[in-house]
T-cell receptor, first 114, second 116 residues
Framework: DTGVSQDPRHKITKRGQNVTFRCDPI?????LYWYRQTLGQGPEFLTY????????KSRLLSDRFSAERPKGSFSTLEIQRTEQGDSAMYLC????????????FGPGTRLTVL | AQTVTQSQPEMSVQEAETVTLSCTYD???????LFWYKQPPSRQMILVIR??????QNATENRFSVNFQKAAKSFSLKISDSQLGDTAMYFC?????????????FGKGTKLSVIP
């Protein structure tokens, strides 16, 4: 296993379009997280899954955002009716309870909304 | 809600010298974890070092060490013998699993440049 992977790495879309990102965590990790990072800022938490259950959602996650983790494996993050303010790096991380709560991050998906 | 503050937006250090990055945090929890993550340019974030709040001993990982002052809510990172590969954004992060939350709260980061 080579770590957390995310697809696509870059996405350019027009305002109003829907986009979907995928995250594949490290295979034995049951916890999966989504963060958003804008230029010059630290990552901000969006949502967290334990297995297939979505246990936490940030207030940043408006009703245009939805995340799923079917069967507790990969996860998808969908943004509907994108806005220019959604332009950011979307980071996925995974962790396992036995690893001191360390979260392993993927390379991110950079979204640009025109 | 927890907050994490990194008061140094940018720092530079000469190769082989020592540099200290500052971080303060605010929480009412007693059981928590603190982390320093490194994000090299155009590369993914990796863990540098972690500290459990219940441990009084400061964590050390090779050239990286922390000064954890729980009462002052301070968590600084010291990098010894700085190397060119240390050039990166460094983020301080807080996790409070005692409240059932495994989310990380990050500071705004410190951009560190190691000068040859």
């Amino acid at each position: 296993d080579t770590g957390v992977s995310q697809d696509p790495r870059h996405k350019i879309t027009k305002r109003g379009q829907n986009v979907t990102f995928r995250c594949d965590p490290i295979s034995e990790h049951n916890r999966l997280y989504w963060y958003r990072q804008t230029l010059g800022q630290g990552p901000e938490f969006l949502t967290y899954f334990q297995n297939e259950a979505q246990l936490e959602k940030s207030r940043l996650l408006s009703d245009r955002f939805s995340a799923e983790r079917p069967k507790g494996s990969f996860s998808t993050l969908e943004i509907q009716r994108t806005e220019q303010g959604d332009s950011a790096m979307y980071l996925c991380a995974s962790s396992s309870p036995g690893l001191g709560n360390e979260q392993f991050f993927g390379p991110g998906t950079r979204l640009t909304v025109l | 809600a927890q907050t994490v503050t990194q008061s140094q937006p940018e720092m530079s250090v000469q190769e082989a010298e020592t540099v200290t990055l500052s971080c303060t945090y605010d929480t009412s929890e007693s059981n928590y974890y603190l982390f320093w993550y490194k994000q090299p340019p155009s590369r993914q974030m990796i863990l540098v070092i972690r500290q459990e709040a219940y441990k009084q001993q400061n964590a050390t990982e090779n050239r990286f060490s922390v000064n954890f002052q729980k009462a002052a809510k301070s968590f600084s990172l010291k990098i010894s013998d700085s190397q060119l590969g240390d050039t990166a954004m460094y983020f301080c992060a807080f996790m409070g699993p005692g409240a059932g939350s495994y989310q990380l709260t990050f500071g705004k980061g410190t951009k560190l440049s190691v000068i040859p």
